[in-house]
């Protein structure tokens, strides 16, 4: 279990040199765009344009900040994602055009390689105590607006906004939460 702090986080420009991601955290350590297993960013948007085109990935969108984005994904009807939409999958190989709604938005991304892993993204509005059982190996919970404490393995600790936690060997296990937040919980898998 590690504490990932936000003033760590690593930006770099996207892989099509629209923008700027800030990678939360990615397998293996330090591996480049071409060469990870599974990347978890942060990025704003601030104009319309096509997604970064990554062979073998899927991936998953949550809108964190602004107004809306609509996005034209190849194959399917446009959608609009929002802060109050659930996150949304599709692969990360086929074209993609976001449109936005009324300025920049800010999004949370989750990338895996398709021949070897899988993932989920939900959000989490943290009001007091819960608990949540972890059933994926590798499990990242980012803590996006307000303060939480927790619980896990026999470890606890406390996230402030913007901060994340790593677990790693987490299946089978739960954490425990109190405070006031939303969160992000990412599970990553091997299908």
Do not use: Q
Not at 2 to 10: N, Q, S, T
Not at 42 to 47: D, G, I, L, P, R
Not at 140 to 151: I, M, N, T, Y
């Amino acid at each position: 279990m590690r504490i990932l702090r936000a003033g760590d986080y690593k930006r770099m420009p996207w892989k099509n040199g629209g923008g700027e991601t800030v990678e939360i955290a990615v397998s293996p350590e330090d591996a480049a765009l071409a060469g990870f297993d599974w990347r978890v960013s942060m990025a704003t948007v601030a104009t319309d344009g096509p997604f970064s085109i990554f062979p073998g990935i899927d991936r998953t969108l949550a809108l964190l900040d602004g107004n809306g984005m609509a996005l034209d994904i190849e194959g399917r009807a446009p959608v609009l994602l929002t802060t109050a939409s659930d996150p949304l999958a599709f692969p990360a190989d086929i074209p993609v055009t976001a449109t936005l709604r009324d300025g920049a938005i800010t999004d949370l991304n989750v990338m895996t390689r398709r021949d070897g892993l899988a993932h989920t993204l939900i959000r989490l509005d943290i009001d007091g105590g819960e608990s949540v059982p972890l059933t994926s190996s590798t499990c990242l919970l980012l803590c996006h607006r307000g303060a939480l404490s927790f619980r896990h393995g026999g470890e606890s600790g406390a996230l402030s906004a913007g901060d994340t936690l790593l677990m790693t060997d987490a299946a089978g296990t739960a954490l425990d939460f109190n405070g006031k937040a939303r969160c992000y919980l990412v599970s990553i898998t091997t299908p």
